[in-house]
Each structure stands twice: as structure tokens, then as C-alpha cells.
């Protein structure tokens, strides 16, 4: 039972002395209170964890739950009709690992139910739970990381409790493994020693500098399309706009760039669950950082009913097809433009190994991945996954 790991919360801690505003979330959202919320129809979930003990140099970030809600339930619903719920607090197990499985129970049965977790609070560690929680599910996925760093740690083995600085270590050595792409973006190259960039290099994955989407935040966009599951260090935004982390930075991402991704986060079809980490109190400017957060979580909220479900399907009046060749490639790519949203997928044929029957895999791509096909060159992005696919 979901209620046996979720504590429930009392709203009147942090509601305004006179109340909300019908059209505030805080009147709209459904909480663990006094009994367990119906969960039929329900599309968002919120959680929060109160766990810090691996949280490196940033004890306290297990506190912050209460801020980050009280601003969040004091904004204005979108233009959408919200079906929220707040499920409560997943408390600080006997160890470490209780907590953690504690997590990936919740998180695993939210979705099964199609709900979407909305996770906040406590250490970048608790990213391994999220991810545990996507084991039984029977297929690869991708996981999406905003952080200034990778998080990995080569003297950390798959036996070892996973830190906040070390996390990607328990998610790649985890097995059984049902990893398949892992995105970074926002790292800082001066945070990120030359090894770890060519480890993920040598396994294919999606890394991708600050620099990169400086005044360009669109960029973004296609990359948090392919997530299954995203997760945000908090310290990948600027210390000017997130000062509420022992370990900001001076810089990162500004506040309204990150607000930006999570509406792309949110109005991802692919994207089953989010968590927000490593939000520290004790740090905080005038809740400048809860309330920041508030603001992002309310994007990826707005970004979800937004959705238009324009994954390719098998309706091919809904897309404009492309082609185009490589230069030494011996596939034709099929690129789809959706007819709804302008947005791009390449098609990446599976290695013709054993069966005739060809397969493809469509990964989001943007509209300069289509013009460099035309000009004959492999986007990146098509190399990375077919080499991955090869694996």
C-alpha cells in the first residue's frame, strides 16, 4: 500500500493566514492529510523526501520540502484544469536503503497507475531510486541529468550505498541493466575531470556544456524530448538565482532558461517522472530558491497540459516525411516533422542482425540534425544512438 511509505502533511503549516484564491493551485491540489487521496484519474503526483544523509557538503537539503510547497501552492493554475495530488513525505528510513526503496516502491507504483511523480527534496542520490523504480518495467529508458557535474565516482563500486556524487556509478554498474541513453546538461568542463568525459564518450552518451545553450536555450529541447526520467540538481543553476545550495555555483543556468526546459520537460509524451534535489534552506536568500523551484515545478505542470501527443504513429497524415543520405552510410534516414507541434524525429534503423525484419528507433531531433543530413554528414545525435544500438 502507497500510504504505508508516505507520511501526510499538515497544509495549514505553510496556507496563508486568509486562505487561497480559487484559482491558486493550493485550493486545486488534492493532499495527504487527513486521509489518503483517491488516486482514479489522477495525472500528478507530488512527493516529497526527507533524506540528506548522502548528500555531500549539503546536510540540510532534507528540509526544504515545506518552502518549495508553500510557494508553489500559492501560484495561479495555468490555462489548463489541474488533477494534482500531494501524497506527502517519504520520511528518513532505518538506513539509507530503506529510504531509497521506499522511494522506488512509490515511484514504481505511480507508474504503473500512468501518474506522473513529481519528486522533491533531499539529495541527488535519491535520482538511483527514481531510476530503480523503472526496473520491472520491462524496457530500456533514458535518463536526463541537469547538473554542473556527472556525479560519477570510479572508486565507487555497485556494493556501495550511492552518495550525491556518485549516483551515476549505482545506475550504470546496476543490474539488471535497463539504461540506455544517459543525458547531461549543464556540466561545467573545470568541475569534470578529462576521464569521466571520455567514459561517456566511450559509452555513447548524451553530455552537453553550459556554454552549449547559451542564448540558444532551444537547443535544449530535443534532448529532454528523449527522457524518461529527468532529474535536477539544483546547484545547475546560477548561485545569483539558486543561492539556497552549499555547493552553488557562480555559474550555471539563469532561473527563466531553467523554467524554460521544464515546460519542454512537461510537454515531453515521453517523460514519466521528475524529481527536484539538493535544495539546501540553510542557504537560501529570502526563499529565492524555494520559490524558484515552486516556479519550475509549475512550468513542467503547465508544459504536461500542454502535451499534444505527437509521438510518430502509425498515422502518417499527422507528419511530413524527409530523406536524406549519409556520406558512407548505407542507410537512407527518414526524418518526421510533426504537422502539429513543428517539432523533429529522425528514424535510426536497427542493426539487421538476425531478423530481415528491419526496426527502427525514432529519436527527437531538431531541424539543424535534418540540414546536415542534406549536406551528406551524420548528425551526432543519430551516431551516438546507432552506436548504441551496435552495443
Given amino acids: ?28 491540489i488534492i493532499c495527504h492529510h487527513n486521509s489518503f487521496p483517491d488516486l482514479a484519474n489522477v495525472q500528478l503526483a507530488i512527493i516529497g ?8 557538503q549539503n546536510e540540510g537539503c532534507a528540509n526544504g520540502v515545506e518552502q ?10 495555468g490555462d489548463f484544469q489541474s488533477n ?18 521506499a522511494l522506488k516502491v512509490v515511484t514504481a507504483s505511480l507508474l504503473k497507475k500512468s501518474i506522473i511523480p513529481i519528486i522533491i527534496g533531499g539529495g541527488h542520490d535519491l535520482c538511483y531510486a527514481q531510476y530503480w523504480a523503472y526496473e520491472n518495467l520491462d524496457k530500456k529508458v533514458d535518463l536526463l541529468s541537469f547538473d554542473a557535474h556527472f556525479d560519477l565516482d570510479a572508486s565507487v563500486d555497485e556494493h ?34 578529462q576521464e569521466s568525459i571520455q567514459l561517456m564518450d566511450k559509452m555513447y552518451f548524451d553530455i552537453h556544456r553550459l556554454g552549449e545553450f547559451r542564448n540558444k536555450i532551444q537547443e535544449s529541447e530535443p534532448i529532454i524530448r528523449n527522457a524518461d526520467l529527468i532529474s535536477v540538481d ?31 520537460a512537461g510537454m515531453s509524451d515521453k517523460c514519466s517522472s521528475i524529481g527536484f534535489y539538493e535544495f539546501n534552506p540553510k542557504y537560501d536568500h529570502r526563499n529565492q530558491t524555494a520559490e524558484l523551484i515552486a516556479q519550475m515545478i509549475w512550468c513542467f505542470i503547465d508544459g504536461f497540459y500542454a502535451r499534444k501527443d505527437d509521438y510518430p504513429s502509425s498515422n502518417k497524415n499527422d507528419y511530413i516525411k524527409y530523406r536524406a543520405t549519409f556520406q558512407d552510410v548505407q542507410h537512407e534516414v527518414i526524418f518526421l516533422k510533426s504537422k502539429k507541434t513543428d517539432r523533429w524525429w529522425m528514424q535510426i534503423p536497427y542493426p539487421n542482425l538476425i531478423s530481415k525484419n528491419e526496426r527502427y528507433l525514432m529519436v527527437p531531433c531538431s531541424y539543424e540534425d535534418y540540414v546536415q543530413a542534406t549536406n551528406g554528414e551524420v ?5 551516438k544512438n546507432y552506436q548504441k544500438l551496435i552495443i
Fill in 1 to 28: 500500500m502507497l500510504q504505508d511509505f508516505l507520511s501526510p502533511i499538515n497544509p495549514s503549516k505553510f496556507e496563508p493566514e486568509n486562505g487561497y484564491y480559487n484559482s491558486q493551485l493550493g485550493a486545486k
Fill in 68 to 77: 518549495i510547497r508553500a510557494f508553489l501552492y500559492q501560484l495561479n493554475e
Fill in 84 to 101: 494534482i495530488v500531494d501524497l506527502g513525505n517519504i520520511l528518513p528510513g532505518e538506513t539509507l536503503r530503506d529510504t531509497h526503496y
Fill in 234 to 264: 539544483i546547484s545547475a543553476v546560477k548561485m545569483a538565482d539558486a543561492p539556497g545550495n552549499a555547493n552553488a555555483h557562480p555559474n550555471g543556468f539563469y532561473g527563466e532558461e531553467m523554467c524554460q526546459m521544464m515546460r519542454y
Fill in 160 to 193: 556501495q550505498i550511492p552518495n550525491s556524487q556518485s549516483y551515476l556509478n549505482s545506475i550504470i554498474l546496476h543490474e539488471p541493466n535497463f539504461l540506455f541513453n544517459f543525458s547531461n546538461i549543464g556540466y561545467q568542463t573545470y568541475y569534470v575531470n
Fill in 379 to 383: 548528425p551526432n545525435r543519430w551516431w
Fill in 49 to 56: 523526501v526527507l533524506e540528506d544523509r548522502k548528500a555531500i
